[in-house]
């Protein structure tokens, strides 16, 4: 069974930067996409950043609007990490945050146990 394991979270204040990282209990084959999501207490998980693996869209990134400019996706496909550096943060990015990696052929993604990010004001 394959794991996805975090780290990077933690407490930071406003304008402060984090990085979080995402490594692969072992090897995933056929990635479609890796990425991040977040949810914030008493609120949906939301999907923060996506980059795309394979095909004619590989390494395409997306991110939800309210992170643009600030957080950046980065991936080590061979080794089957993936990272989300988070710069500029503000409170409203507190939440868990949570990598996954999308596996078409499997049908399923498979998804971390979730870090906590505090962003003090």
């Known amino acids: 069974q394959v794991q996805l394991v975090e780290s990077g979270g933690g407490l930071v204040q406003a304008g402060g930067s984090l990085r979080l990282s995402c490594a692969a209990s072992?090897?995933?084959?056929?990635?479609?996409?890796m990425g991040w999501c977040r949810q914030a207490s008493g609120k949906q998980r939301e999907l923060v950043a996506t980059i795309a693996s394979g095909g004619t869209d590989d390494g395409r990134i997306n991110y939800v609007d309210s992170v643009k400019g600030r957080f950046t996706i980065s991936r080590d496909s061979a080794r089957n990490t993936v990272s989300l550096q988070m710069n500029n943060l503000k409170p409203e990015d507190t939440a868990v945050y949570y990598c996954?990696?999308?596996?078409?052929?499997?049908?399923?993604?498979?998804w971390g146990q979730g870090t906590q990010v505090t962003v003090s004001s």
């Open positions: 072992r090897t995933i084959f056929s990635i479609n996409a």
């Open positions: 996954y990696v999308r596996v078409n052929w499997q049908q399923r993604d498979y």
